[in-house]
Nanobody, 124 residues
Framework: QVQLVESGGGLVQAGGSLSLSCAAS????????MAWFRQAPGKEREFVAS????????YYSDSVKDRFTISGDNAKKTISLHMDKLKPEDTAVYYC?????????????????WGQGTQVTVSS
């Protein structure tokens, strides 16, 4: 089992910045990638960004590319998401996710473990 704990989030005005962090614990030797997803009210959980430890490959959804930056520490199994130029449509609960079945994460189906989520609210 892997446990994930997110921190950060909060309320910010449109155009502002915010950072999220996620720390993994437990059987972390079995995971190869970590990711951020988000879920807005009434919508499905969607992929935001992910980081693959081998080669440090990063992936982003089109909606956040060039505004969000994912980074991580492989030794500590932590990731961060720095969000710039935030928009009201970025408002959602942000979840950290990881898994031990795939070498990369870009889909909900790639995730075996989820954090509890942290709220990000962007006011217009």
């Amino acid at each position: 089992q892997v446990q994930l704990v997110e921190s950060g989030g909060g309320l910010v005005q449109a155009g502002g910045s915010l950072s999220l962090s996620c720390a993994a614990s437990g059987r972390t030797r079995s995971i190869y990638a970590m990711a951020w997803f988000r879920q807005a009210p009434g919508k499905e959980r969607e992929f935001v960004a992910s980081l693959r430890w081998g080669g440090s490959n990063t992936y982003y959804s089109d909606s956040v590319k060039d505004r969000f930056t994912i980074s991580g520490d492989n030794a500590k199994k932590t990731i961060s998401l720095h969000m710039d130029k935030l928009k009201p449509e970025d408002t959602a609960v942000y979840y950290c996710g990881t898994g031990d079945r795939y070498y990369y994460i870009t889909l909900h189906e790639h995730v075996d473990y989820w954090g509890q989520g942290t709220q990000v609210t962007v006011s217009s």
